[in-house]
């Protein structure tokens, strides 16, 4: 594997790697780039099994409703690639409730990395949840120098009760899962390309201090 890059150059290193951004058709990838990009880091955009393969570290994205988001990865076979994937993974908002076994929406079943059914918010609460929630009970690297109660920006209507594998929660309604971890694979409920300092902070945590197998 290459040391992450940090130039704005749009090309791969030689050899692969770097930071590649999983590009299926179901995501906020842009604004994922542009916010490695403020950091100082470059990011590939990339569909290529092998490109994937080959990254350093691995963005996986997702906005929009998760039973189509599925079909777009095992349209192009991701389905089976990303559970394989033995460098930090790091999967975003609908991306990480796509890495659980089942969700909700769509009653779709996922990639089975975290063992965890995804559920919808109950009519307790306005759905979606649009906007800043505190997040609390850190318990990860990826949270390195991030204070208890930071606020994080947020889209979704469904979710992830805490587990185990729990590494931050929010309380919406009820308390429920912002982030998780299981070996190389993280996830956030979160948006940090869209959570200011606190949000590009974590971003950093995930370059300096993703677990490598």
Not at 28 to 42: D, E, H, P, T, W
Not at 178 to 199: C, I, R
């Amino acid at each position: 594997m290459n040391e992450i890059i940090k130039n704005d150059d749009s090309t791969l290193p030689p050899g692969g790697g770097g930071i590649v951004i999983i590009n299926y058709g179901a995501g906020n990838i842009q604004s994922i780039k542009f916010a490695f990009q403020r950091l100082g880091y470059k990011a590939i955009l990339s569909d290529d099994p092998e490109v994937i393969k080959n990254a350093d570290k691995v963005i996986f994205p997702g906005v929009g409703e998760a039973s189509s988001a599925m079909n777009k990865l095992k349209a192009s076979g991701l389905h089976t690639l990303i559970p394989q994937l033995t460098q930090p993974v790091l999967g975003i908002c609908l991306g990480m409730q796509l890495m659980c076994t089942h969700t909700e929406e769509g009653d779709t079943e996922g990639l089975g990395i975290f063992d965890v059914k995804v559920k919808k918010f109950s009519s307790d609460v306005k759905v979606p949840q649009i906007g800043w929630n505190q997040i609390e009970q850190l318990s990860s690297p990826l949270f390195k120098d991030i204070k208890e109660k930071e606020y994080i920006y947020l889209v979704h209507s469904y979710y992830a009760p805490v587990i185990t594998e729990t590494i931050a929660q929010s309380t919406y309604g009820i308390t429920y899962s912002t982030a998780l971890q299981k070996d190389n694979f993280y996830g956030t409920q979160f948006h940090p390309e869209k959570s200011s300092t606190v949000g590009e902070k974590i971003l950093e945590n995930f370059l300096s201090y993703g677990i490598k197998y």
